[in-house]
């Protein structure tokens, strides 16, 4: 009779312990540690910058594509691709924090961040330059807030963003389209970008 007592009293013990582990598996601070943990391990492995994540960006930046469910401040497609692409936490990562992640991204795949199409004065000119193509404003106006790298040269045109424009802006002297160049390199301007000459 003791034997099957003491059998039951420590089958009550093991099924009471792996009760106490699964609901400490449930607890929210668990999760919230697991997945800090997840993500430390994604940018271990090489998944951070996520470049995937860019795939279409030209496609976004000159169609202006929305987002579904937009992320953060914009309602722009290009926005929620490159803070995946720069593993921003948008619901946890401060503006600092979402700015380093970006300039790091940035400047580990600049040289991959280029576009082509019929649109586009240059072949294999960077993101930047094809907003200016495109005269996407915000896409300007978010890059100088990240304070990313603002003077690449491109090979295939020889010129920094601010060259290309104030090409564009003297091209287009006495029409509409020389003051929305001249709002663009006062803005570029003002966030620290050089012509070739300068650097």
């Known amino acids: 009779m003791k034997f099957w007592a003491l059998t039951f009293l420590l089958l009550s013990s093991q ?4 009760q106490a582990e699964e609901d400490c598996e ?3 601070s668990s999760k919230l540690v697991a997945a800090v943990m997840k993500q430390s391990k994604a940018e271990e492995s090489g998944n951070c910058p996520d470049k995937k994540k860019l795939m279409n960006m ?12 937009p992320v953060g401040a914009s309602e722009y497609m290009y926005y929620r691709r490159i803070m995946e692409a720069s593993c921003v936490d948008s619901k946890n990562d401060s503006e ?13 795949l600049e040289n991959e961040m280029v576009c082509n199409s019929t649109i586009f004065d240059i072949s294999n000119g960077n993101y930047i ?8 404003d915000e896409f300007i106006e978010n890059v100088t ?3 990313v790298n603002l003077n690449k040269v491109d090979a295939s045109d ?11 802006m003297e091209k287009n002297k006495g029409n509409t389209i020389e003051k929305k160049m001249k709002y663009y390199y006062d803005l570029l301007r003002e966030a620290g970008a050089k012509h070739k000459s300068e650097l």
């Open 96 to 108: 600092a924090e979402t700015q380093n992640k970006i300039k790091k991204m940035w400047n580990k």
């Open 145 to 147: 807030e990240w304070k």
């Open 158 to 168: 020889g010129r920094t963003v601010l060259d290309y424009v104030k090409f564009h």
């Open 58 to 69: 030209c496609m976004f930046i000159g169609s202006r594509t929305k987002d579904p469910k």
């Open 26 to 28: 449930e607890d929210g």
């Open 129 to 136: 330059k094809y907003a200016v193509n495109t005269k996407f």
């Open 15 to 18: 099924l009471a312990f792996s």
